[in-house]
């Protein structure tokens, strides 16, 4: 599986994003998919996951009720809709595939996308 993010960008606060994840060469064999940030000199947290075919989301505590994650699973991809942008959220935005390959669970990461919120 190869996951590619894109949309992200230099924005000012309080400003949206869209983030979006496309799996290749599908979503098929994959369980859950999510979204992971990594802030300079931090070390890389979850933002908010679902897992694939229906089921309940995450959110982390910084993201409720600012960020909405969700999928369309005819464009093998998932989104990150991001509201109320803050300083805080700067940094890379990974995405994650927990997949069964074989009957056995292999984690795959995207490349990031780099966010930068100014105030």
């Known amino acids: 599986v190869q996951l590619v993010e894109s949309g992200g960008g230099l924005v000012q606060a309080g400003t949206s994003l869209r983030l979006s994840c496309v799996a290749f060469p599908s979503t098929s064999g994959i369980n859950v998919m999510a979204w992971y940030r990594q802030a300079p000199g931090k070390q890389r947290e979850l933002v908010a996951s679902m897992p694939i075919g229906g089921g309940f989301t995450k959110l982390a505590d910084s993201a409720k009720g600012r960020f909405y994650i969700s999928g369309d699973s005819a464009k093998n991809t998932m989104y990150l809709e991001m509201d109320g942008l803050r300083p805080e959220d700067t940094g890379v935005y990974y995405c994650?595939?927990?997949?069964?390959?074989?009957?056995?669970?292999?984690?795959?990461w995207g490349r990031g996308t780099q966010v930068s919120v100014s105030s």
């Open positions: 994650h595939a927990d997949a069964s390959v074989g009957g056995t669970a292999v984690g795959f």
